[in-house]
């Protein structure tokens, strides 16, 4: 499996949820990573982003109540979800687009990460009002 999310759950409105994004093996590219949600009916829409080489992006909703983090090291990033709504309750994805590979780019590309972009599975977020 490429990207594995998890941290998902039922929270009341008003808490707080931490969804973390597993970028699993040995990557040999940089990422632009970036969370997207869908809810019921809808349309996926983008939540987050964090650069390959810096920077983070939100989208109007959750400005000031999002905050997406990454851990290089561990080759995870995170979404700390605060003051959480009921129109937050979606399935939440993970999304990674290669923008640069290491030398040598033929070991690189034997990634399909490195190739192309990928999702991961979702994890379900639930806000009670």
């Known amino acids: 499996v490429q990207l594995v999310e998890s941290g998902g759950g039922s929270v009341q409105a008003g808490g707080s949820l931490t969804l973390s994004c597993a970028i699993g093996g040995d990557i040999r590219c940089t990422l632009d990573m970036s969370w997207y949600r869908q809810a019921p009916g809808k349309e996926r829409e983008f939540v987050a982003s964090?650069?390959?080489?810096?920077?983070?992006n939100y989208a109007n909703p959750v400005k000031g109540r999002f905050t997406i983090s990454r851990d290089d090291a561990k080759n995870t990033i995170h979404l700390q979800m605060n003051s959480l709504k009921a129109e937050d309750t979606a399935m939440y994805y993970c999304?990674?687009?290669?923008?640069?590979?290491?030398?040598?780019?033929?070991?690189?590309?034997?990634?399909?990460?490195?190739?192309?972009?990928?999702w991961g599975q979702g994890t379900q977020v639930t806000v009670s009002s």
């Open positions: 964090s650069g390959g080489y810096g920077g983070t």
């Open positions: 999304k990674a687009n290669p923008i640069s590979v290491e030398s040598p780019v033929r070991i690189a590309y034997l990634d399909p990460r490195c190739r192309a972009v990928s």
